[in-house]
């Protein structure tokens, strides 16, 4: 049986080290990308989406309140061509608004839905960024001192066997 071990490349040890620290940044910056995207599109439905169609609503509506009262005068006055004209502009701003309704309506179950679907898949964002946080750096750590009490006994074995 050998009196000491044969280590040949604490180096090795050390470049792994190295490498989970950059594997570590790296993952910790997506990580970090995708909590914030969460919190961006929970904005995004909560606020600007909503307002955004919200205004284009009222822009339509408005839009269609002018071509009915335009609709109105035409009939008293009996313009047949321009009715004609006016009643299919009138159809598409009617279905415009319902799209709008629509789209209205998607974003609020979107929003109602996101914490029951997005917020749950958010949390294993965290469980990881945490696991990253304690263990990979209770790892890193592991290596600085395995790689330490390598390079102490190297240093150390040397020195009684040259006697």
Known sequence: MADRAHLTD???????????????EKASGSLNEVSEEVKRT???????????LEREMK???????QFEAEYFSARLSQLTQKKT???MIIRKKKRELRELEDKMRAVQSWLRHFDSKVEVEARKVDKLQG???????RAVQFLNEAAKAIY??????????SK
């Open 85 to 87: 004209g006016i009643q």
């Open 10 to 24: 604490v180096e090795a040890l050390e470049r792994f080290r190295t490498s989970l620290m950059l594997f570590m």
């Open 131 to 137: 696991m990253l946080d304690s263990d990979m750096a």
């Open 42 to 52: 929970r904005f995004w439905l909560q606020s600007e989406q909503r307002l955004t």
């Open 152 to 161: 102490d006994y190297s240093s150390n074995s040397e020195g009684p066997s």
């Open 59 to 65: 822009r339509k509506q408005k839009e269609l309140e």
